[in-house]
């Protein structure tokens, strides 16, 4: 079968033919239709990041995937042949607590794997095959955007690590200035408009920061949810001096997320979720003021990586509530599709204003069933 390989740690992407995976007992063979292309590809594919299964010379690349069943193994219940189907990225190591009880997103070996990043091959290519632990499956309504389930289950459990800090604090009925939390969330990539998506869904007043002007995607996007776009590329005082409850960090720039602890409120939570380049030089910060106001503020920088299956789950509840609450407006993030002859301009080159590009494997056509919607 056709697919796109890496061969860490040397830089470079391939088309390749590959054997197809047997469909193993236990086991569902999925037809791949759609894969998100992100950062961490793009880390692949130049070296700094990812690792090929033990024995094998490549890694097939793409974690953020959509597919569906093809072919069920005899006694797997709970699929069926045409079922929409996305598999979550990161396999437990199997030995720690975490893991054990399918919370590998904190595993504390770091033995896990990761398909299409580390150590387990990954979705963009025709077939794989998956057990049903690892499937989630996709209500049809939900097939425009449910490329976009990976990132978003990421999203889900950052936010979700914030509000458990944020709720340390007793809730105040009645407050008026308690009464609307507010966040702010830098970067609007896919995973700073999908956390601005689901902070407006979750009642947060927001507002995400960019570089740009209002002339994006990005920012079209933010007015039909509700939240403000500011452009910080003269610096952060377009925010003025607010402050926020809630901070998503979704750029990995080292000097931004420093400028962030500064936009802390009292007992404010910072999120980092972006990943930083270890080989960046050393920042120079005010270490004594930052770690004091910190401590003074109640205030916490919480890391945030992965996400276990539950956020998938809450993830698909959220793509159901934003198609109710913003028709039409999440399926706008996937700005780019192509088709997978064009696997390199899409994973080399990244069109300006584009939130999500997304590779077509196959069209839909070629994989669904007769008679299934
Ligand atoms: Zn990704
Ligand atoms: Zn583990």
Known sequence: MRAILVRPPAAGVELGDVPLPALSPGSVRVGVLECGVCGTDHDIMSGRYGKAPSGDPYLVLGHENLGRVL???????GFVRGDLVVATVRRGCGRCRFCRTNRSDFCETGLYTERGISGAHGFMADEYVEIPEYLVRVPPSLRPVAVLLEPLSVVEKAVFQGQRVLD???????????ATPTALVAGTGAIGMLATFVLRVRGYEVVAIDRHGEETLAATLLGLVGARHANVAGGM??????????VIEAT???????SLIDRLG??????????PDAGEPPASVAGGALLRDLVLGNQAIVGSVNANRTYFESGLRDLTVFEERWPGAAPRMVSARRPFEEYRTVLTSR???TIKSVLTVRPDGALAPPGSP
Do not use: H, M, W
């Open 266 to 275: 009292p007992n404010g939570v910072l999120v980092l979720t972006g990943i």
């Open 71 to 77: 072919e069920v193994a005899s006694g797997v219940t």
């Open 168 to 178: 340390r604090k007793e809730p105040t009925p009645g407050d008026p200035k308690t």
């Open 351 to 353: 069109t300006p204003g």
């Open 237 to 246: 005082q377009a925010l003025g001096d607010q402050t926020f409850d809630l």
């Open 252 to 258: 990995g720039s080292v000097a931004l997320d420093f």
